[in-house]
């Protein structure tokens, strides 16, 4: 069984920054294809991240593109998503999922481990 866990979410105001983290356990192999997603009240989850097992290969939702930052530490089994000049959109919950395999993908359905999700806030 594997466990995935978020974490450094919170309340910021616009422009400024945040790091959440998504740290692994339980049966694990030395690295997982992570993403994050993120799911805004009333909406649908929608991508925002991901990374291959490697962290050789990145993939960006065009609404965060070079606002966002997403990289890995095998050694802790933690992926991280740096998230700059924050807007009152990415207010959310921030999931992280991961997947069997090497490849790293945007489409939710083909991840199988899922956290619990992290509030991120961003204030006007």
């Known amino acids: 069984q594997v466990q995935l866990a978020e974490s450094g979410g919170g309340l910021v105001q616009a422009g400024g920054s945040l790091r959440v983290s998504c740290a692994t356990s339980?049966?694990?192999?030395?690295?997982?294809?992570t993403g994050w997603f993120r799911q805004a009240s009333g909406k649908e989850r929608e991508f925002v991240a991901a990374?291959?097992?490697?962290?050789?290969?990145?993939y960006y939702a065009d609404s965060v593109k070079g606002r966002f930052t997403i990289s890995r530490d095998n050694a802790k089994n933690t992926v991280y998503l740096q998230m700059n000049n924050l807007k009152p959109e990415d207010t959310a919950v921030y999931y992280c999922?991961?997947?069997?395999?090497?490849?790293?993908?945007?489409?939710?359905?083909?991840?199988?481990?899922w956290g619990q999700g992290t509030q991120v806030t961003v204030s006007s």
């Open positions: 999922a991961a997947k069997d395999g090497l490849r790293a993908t945007i489409r939710p359905y083909e991840y199988t481990y």
């Open positions: 339980g049966r694990t192999r030395s690295a997982y294809p």
């Open positions: 990374i291959n097992w490697s962290g050789s290969t990145t």
